[in-house]
């Protein structure tokens, strides 16, 4: 059954199965030459035997995925010879890393560490200290160690007057995002002070946000000392003694800087 091109086109997208046999206008029918108004293409088609159109086009969609393969080929000598290249480029940044700190190591040195976030920051807020007249600070291991270093504080009036208080501080590396850990080792008869050194100070808890500094934190340890605080204590008896009766706490004050037993517990001397 000979369509023309028009004719071909309404049964190919009219969705119906069809098998077809395409021949070139140039080759010759076996029923005799192509009639002079006839479509370039003569198609024969076999109604009814359930076979799709598209397979007209899978000749064509083998062609491309030969060409992409061969395309492919070409291309996965030149992908493993940059992949090569650039493990050798990253092993020679490892040799020369390594010979650096052998370098270092044999000239006596330790190896250069990387500093972190946390560090960078609390090199700047201790490189801006304004530290009280009663607050001296040290590191116990070094400058090169800022994460671990002491406070000691002298207070200059009040109930703690004329005692040396002693405050280890240790910063994360996620610092300023987590506050400081804090604790006295000078054992202190305190409302705001356990005998094991856990500092009741809102800043170090709850407060605490990162736009404060490890400055902000010193003032509120010397402000424990001046202005002690009953209302939220860690050591409750010494709480009850303040505000129920301010002189016999002042008196255990004094007892405890001076060395001595101030209930059942002993305090070491520290004025």
Request: charged share 25%; aromatic share 8%; hydrophobic share 35%.
């Amino acid at each position: 059954m000979g369509l023309s091109r028009s004719g071909f086109k309404r049964q190919f997208f009219s969705g119906k199965g069809v098998k077809c046999k395409i021949r070139s206008a140039r080759q010759p029918s076996r029923s005799g030459p192509r009639a002079s108004g006839s479509s370039p293409l003569s198609v024969s088609l076999h109604l009814g035997l359930g076979l799709s159109p598209l397979l007209l086009f899978l000749p064509w969609r083998r062609r491309r995925l030969g060409e992409r393969r061969r395309h492919l080929s070409r291309l996965r000598p030149a992908l493993c010879r940059q992949r090569a290249s650039t493990r050798k480029m990253i092993n020679l940044f490892k040799i020369k890393g390594q010979k650096k700190e052998e370098a270092a190591s044999a000239a006596g040195k330790a190896p250069v560490k990387k500093q972190s976030a946390g560090e960078l920051r609390l090199h700047k807020d201790i490189s801006e200290l304004n530290l009280p007249k009663t607050t001296s600070i040290s590191f116990p291991n070094g400058k090169d160690d800022l994460m671990n270093f002491e406070i000691m504080i002298r207070p200059d009036e009040g109930y703690y007057m004329g005692g040396t208080f002693i405050f280890t501080f240790q910063v994360s590396p996620s610092y300023p995002h987590e506050p400081p850990k804090v604790k006295c080792k000078t054992k202190v008869y305190h409302p705001n002070i356990d005998l094991e050194g856990n500092v009741c100070l809102n800043i170090l808890r709850e407060d605490w946000k990162p736009v404060l500094n490890i400055n902000t934190v010193i003032y509120g340890l010397n402000l424990l000392f001046t202005q002690p605080n009953d209302e939220d204590p860690l050591n409750h008896e010494a709480a009850v003694v303040l505000r129920d009766n301010p002189k016999m706490f002042e008196a255990n004050v004094k007892r405890a800087m001076a060395g001595g037993y101030v209930g059942q517990h002993y305090f070491p001397r520290c004025a």
